[in-house]
């Protein structure tokens, strides 16, 4: 068994403690849209809590996936299915990023966009009641 830090994958826990630190590797490169995150997390944290407090009020959540989530889960539910729809668009907005840096801001643009309306939405039926 060799005694380096990077042996190969048939050296055993050296070879998978070496595949570990070449990934790690891979994911350590700088996100390339913090500013877009930041408001995408912002959103939808104000998405989570509109959400939560007109379901209190007597409301309905129209999105059936969401809804799946609540009836299943709770506010924890909502808060899993809301922040795993935020990494699969980071990861998605790193990924198209990589190949075309034009689309992947427009991406997240888009992400931003979208993931607002039910936002402004929810702020509209709230300051109607």
Same mark, same amino acid.
């Given at each position: ?11 055993? @826990? $050296?070879? #998978?403690? /070496? ?14 849209? !913090? ?28 999105? @059936? $996936?969401? #809804?799946? /989530? ?14 795993? !729809? ?44």
């Amino acid at each position: 068994m060799r005694s380096d830090r990077f042996a190969s994958a048939q050296d055993g @826990p $050296l070879g #998978a403690r /070496a595949s570990i630190l070449r990934l790690q590797t891979a994911f350590a490169a700088p996100l390339r849209y !913090t500013d877009g995150y930041a408001w995408l997390l912002l959103v939808a944290t104000l998405d989570i809590v509109l959400t939560w407090t007109i379901l209190h009020m007597g409301g309905t959540e129209l999105n @059936p $996936l969401a #809804a799946t /989530a609540i009836e299943h889960g709770g506010r924890a539910g909502i808060i899993g299915w809301k922040f795993m !729809t935020v990494v699969i668009f980071v990861f998605t907005c790193e990924a198209v990023g990589r190949r075309h840096v034009m689309a992947g801001q427009r991406l997240i643009f888009t992400a931003v966009a979208i993931s607002a309306f039910p936002v402004v939405w929810s702020t509209v039926l709230l300051a109607r009641y």
